[in-house]
């Protein structure tokens, strides 16, 4: 019954590494997002695609950048992980039509130390 | 630009006391707005949509425009209410791009 899988649940990386953050929808959406998650800062958009090859940046696309090859999956990529990077990562899906809303993973919760 | 406002970070409401979770909104023009909800250890979900004007597990949502309020309300509030809860505001011409509030956890006391 899972439809948009985050590849990790929880990941620990070293400051300066390159991370890969990995999501899969199955349900053929067109648009697809990247969130953070935060205590007291909510949810905060930091990329988004609404087709394969197609990307925009959100409110916080500082650090990082995204990829989509093929329509199901899309990549969120933090070049040089920093500390203040440490966070849940929200991934999200849903169709071009203005439906009911996301489709949501179960996150990623990243520490980068 | 856009934003969603909600004030409370923390509620805490005993069992069977009435509800309200307060989201207001800064837009201009003729928003989209939407309550998901969050249980612990469970993915991010959405509650409901003022589009669709219907209660879902005994909560409702009413739009007011000249107050550009969007509050989640439930009569008598149940154990499992407790949740964190996010408003989030989709404008016209912006994709499907949501903006969400800062959410507000909700704690039902017995």
Same mark, same amino acid.
């Given at each position: 019954?899972?439809k948009v899988t985050q590849s990790?649940?929880y990941?620990?990386?070293r400051t300066?590494?390159?991370?890969?953050?990995e999501?899969v929808q199955?349900?053929d959406?067109?648009?697809?997002?990247w969130?953070?998650?935060?205590p007291g800062l909510g949810?905060?958009? +930091?990329?988004f695609? &609404?087709? $394969?090859?197609?990307?925009e !940046?959100g409110d +916080?696309?500082?650090g &990082?950048? $995204?990829?989509?090859?093929k !329509?199901?999956r899309f990549?969120?990529i933090?070049?040089?992980a920093?500390?203040?990077q440490?966070?849940?990562?929200?991934?999200a899906?849903s169709p071009s039509?203005?439906?009911?809303?996301?489709t949501?993973?179960?996150?990623?919760?990243?520490?980068?130390v | 630009?856009?934003?969603v406002?909600?004030?409370?970070?923390?509620l805490?409401?005993?069992?069977?006391?009435?509800v309200?979770?307060?989201?207001?909104?800064?837009?201009?023009?003729?928003?989209?707005?939407?309550?998901?909800?969050?249980?612990?250890?469970?993915?991010?979900q959405l509650l409901?949509?003022?589009?669709?004007?219907?209660?879902?597990?005994?909560?409702?949502a009413?739009?007011?425009?000249?107050?550009?309020?969007f509050h989640?309300?439930?009569p008598?509030?149940?154990?499992?209410?407790?949740a964190m809860?996010y408003?989030?505001?989709?404008?016209?011409?912006g994709?499907n791009?949501?903006?969400?509030?800062t959410?507000t956890?909700?704690?039902?006391?017995?």
């Amino acid at each position: 019954d899972v439809k948009v899988t985050q590849s990790s649940r929880y990941l620990v990386k070293r400051t300066g590494e390159k991370v890969f953050l990995e999501c899969v929808q199955d349900m053929d959406h067109e648009n697809m997002f990247w969130y953070r998650q935060d205590p007291g800062l909510g949810l905060r958009l +930091i990329y988004f695609s &609404y087709d $394969v090859k197609m990307k925009e !940046k959100g409110d +916080i696309p500082e650090g &990082y950048s $995204v990829s989509r090859e093929k !329509k199901e999956r899309f990549s969120l990529i933090l070049e040089s992980a920093s500390t203040n990077q440490t966070s849940m990562y929200l991934c999200a899906s849903s169709p071009s039509s203005r439906g009911p809303g996301y489709t949501f993973g179960s996150g990623t919760r990243l520490t980068v130390v | 630009a856009q934003r969603v406002t909600q004030p409370e970070k923390l509620l805490s409401v005993f069992k069977g006391a009435p509800v309200e979770l307060k989201c207001n909104y800064s837009y201009s023009g003729s928003p989209e707005l939407f309550w998901y909800v969050q249980y612990s250890r469970q993915r991010l979900q959405l509650l409901l949509r003022h589009i669709s004007r219907e209660s879902i597990k005994g909560f409702t949502a009413d739009l007011n425009k000249g107050e550009t309020s969007f509050h989640l309300k439930k009569p008598f509030a149940q154990e499992e209410d407790s949740a964190m809860y996010y408003c989030a505001l989709r404008v016209t011409g912006g994709g499907n791009k949501l903006t969400f509030g800062t959410g507000t956890q909700l704690k039902v006391e017995l």
